[in-house]
Nanobody
Framework: QVQLVESGGGSVQAGGSLRLSCAAS????????MGWFRQAPGKEREGVAT???????SYADSVKGRFTISRNSAKNTLYLRMSSLKPEDTAMYYC????????????????WGQGTQVTVSS
């Protein structure tokens, strides 16, 4: 079965950087889409970034130019590099996967990790 485990979250000052990692198992990278989603207290879960089997990426407008999604197929690991962090980036960040890609659409992804907390202070 598909298993996703996030790591790398933490607390940083505004303007700082973090790199999130998602260790994946139980699937083939070539046939899966991977993505990062986040949910802040009192808000709906939203798409942050996705990457498909062709390497095409999609980003929420709010993170374009600041976040970069990538993956290392050999290590079965997905990454989210975050820079110029803002307090509004504070949320629980989740890794998700499925067999195809519907960019940034929370409802499409069937496999989810447990999340890693990112807190950005002003």
């Amino acid at each position: 079965q598909v298993q996703l485990v996030e790591s790398g979250g933490g607390s940083v000052q505004a303007g700082g950087s973090l790199r999130l990692s998602c260790a994946a198992s139980g699937y083939t990278w070539s046939s899966y889409c991977m993505g990062w989603f986040r949910q802040a207290p009192g808000k709906e879960r939203e798409g942050v970034a996705t990457i498909d089997s062709d390497g095409r990426t999609s980003y929420a407008d709010s993170v374009k130019g600041r976040f970069t999604i990538s993956r290392n197929s050999a290590k079965n690991t997905l990454y989210l590099r975050m820079s110029s962090l803002k307090p509004e980036d504070t949320a629980m960040y989740y890794c998700a996967a499925d067999t195809a890609c519907e960019p940034l659409w929370v409802g499409f992804f069937g496999y989810w990790g447990q999340g890693t907390q990112v807190t950005v202070s002003s």
